[in-house]
C-alpha cells in the first residue's frame, strides 16, 4: 500500500494486493509445528503471529503506507501468517521468496520497501533478516542515514557499523546493536518496542519486484531468512575501513554532542522534512 494524491489534493492510501483469508484458516492451529529450528531461542519460537487474519492485516495496511512514494505496489504482496508460521521460519515449501517484516517497522521507524543499498548492506554485513535485527538497532539505522543526508555524506554500512558492538547469542535471537560508548553519536532511542514480536507479516517478492530484492542469478539481496550465525563486531578499527567510510566516520566523529536518535527518525514522518533537516544541522556543534 502507499500514498496517493485524490483530485482535492488531499493524501490518499491505496491498498494493494492483499490475498484473502484460505478456508482452512480455522484448522490450521491443528497443523503439526514445523520442526528444525532448536537453534533459535524459546520465545521466538513461541510467539505467533497477529496477522494470521487476513482482514486484521487488511485494516491495518489501509492506515499504514509500506511503499516508498514513487514506486510501485506491484512489486511484493503483502500476506498473513499461518497460525504455525513464525518470524524464524525459513523458505520451506514455499513457491515465491518473501520475508517477514514487523508492522513497526512502518508505523515507529517509517521504514519503507523497497529497501535502499545502505539498508541492505548493512543487513548483509551482520548477516541477519529484517525482523532478527532488533527494532531498537533499525532506529539507529535510520537516524543515521538521515544524519548522512543532512551533512551531504553517503551512509555506507561500515561506516555506519564503525559505531557499534554486536553480540550475537546462542540459541539465536533478536541482534541488538551496541552503542561504542566512546564514539557513539546517537544517543539511546528511548521508544518501547516490547509489544512488536506479535506484530508480523510476510513480503512476498513479485515478478516486478525482483529487480529490487534479488540479485541477477536469483540470489536475494539480503538474508530473507533468520540465520544461525550472525556477525560478531568487537571495537572495529579505522585501519578496517575504506577511504569513503573513514571521511564519513571522520565528519561524524567531530560533533561534541550526541543527537537524538528518536528526533532524527521522526524526520522520516515530517509534512516539512528539509526544514527539520536544517533543524538537525543547527543542532550540530563541531569539535
Request: glycine share 6%; charged share 20%.
Amino acid at each position: 500500500m502507499s500514498a496517493g494524491v485524490g483530485t482535492s489534493g488531499v493524501p490518499m492510501e491505496v491498498v494493494r494486493e492483499i490475498r484473502e483469508d484460505p478456508p482452512e484458516e480455522l484448522e490450521e492451529s491443528n497443523w503439526p509445528a514445523k520442526g528444525g529450528y532448536a537453534w533459535v531461542a524459546s520465545d521466538v519460537c513461541d510467539q505467533s503471529s497477529l496477522f494470521r487474519w487476513s482482514r486484521l492485516l487488511n485494516s491495518w495496511l489501509n492506515c499504514t503506507p509500506v511503499i516508498s512514494k514513487g514506486v510501485s505496489g506491484d512489486i511484493v504482496s503483502l500476506e498473513r501468517v499461518s497460525a504455525i508460521d513464525r518470524v524464524c521460519h525459513g523458505q520451506e515449501g514455499a513457491a515465491e521468496k518473501f520475508f517477514y517484516m514487523y508492522m513497526c517497522h512502518f508505523s515507529q521507524l517509517h521504514i519503507r520497501l523497497p529497501f535502499d543499498n545502505f539498508t541492505m548492506g548493512v543487513l548483509r554485513a551482520l548477516n541477519v533478516a529484517p525482523t532478527q535485527l532488533h527494532p531498537n538497532s533499525w532506529a539507529y539505522l535510520q537516524a543515521f542515514r538521515i544524519l548522512c543526508e543532512s551533512l551531504y555524506l553517503e551512509p555506507s554500512p561500515y561506516a555506519f557499523l564503525y559505531f557499534y558492538d554486536t553480540r550475537p547469542r546462542r540459541p539465536a535471537t533478536w541482534l541488538s546493536l551496541i552503542s561504542r560508548p566512546s564514539i557513539s553519536r546517537l544517543d539511546a532511542f528511548s521508544q518501547s518496542f516490547k509489544h512488536f514480536k506479535d506484530g508480523y507479516f510476510k513480503v512476498v517478492v513479485k515478478e516486478g519486484g525482483e529487480q529490487y530484492f534479488l540479485n541477477a542469478d536469483g540470489s536475494t539481496k539480503f538474508p530473507f531468512s533468520w540465520t544461525n550465525n550472525p556477525s560478531r563486531y568487537k571495537d572495529m578499527g579505522v585501519e578496517e575501513l575504506s577511504s569513503g567510510d573513514k571521511e564519513v566516520v571522520g565528519m561524524l566523529l567531530r560533533f561534541v554532542d550526541k543527537l537524538p536518535t528518536k528526533g532524527l527518525v521522526r524526520v522520516y514522518n515530517s509534512v516539512h522534512p528539509i526544514i527539520d533537516i536544517e533543524g538537525i544541522c543547527l543542532l550540530l556543534k563541531l569539535r
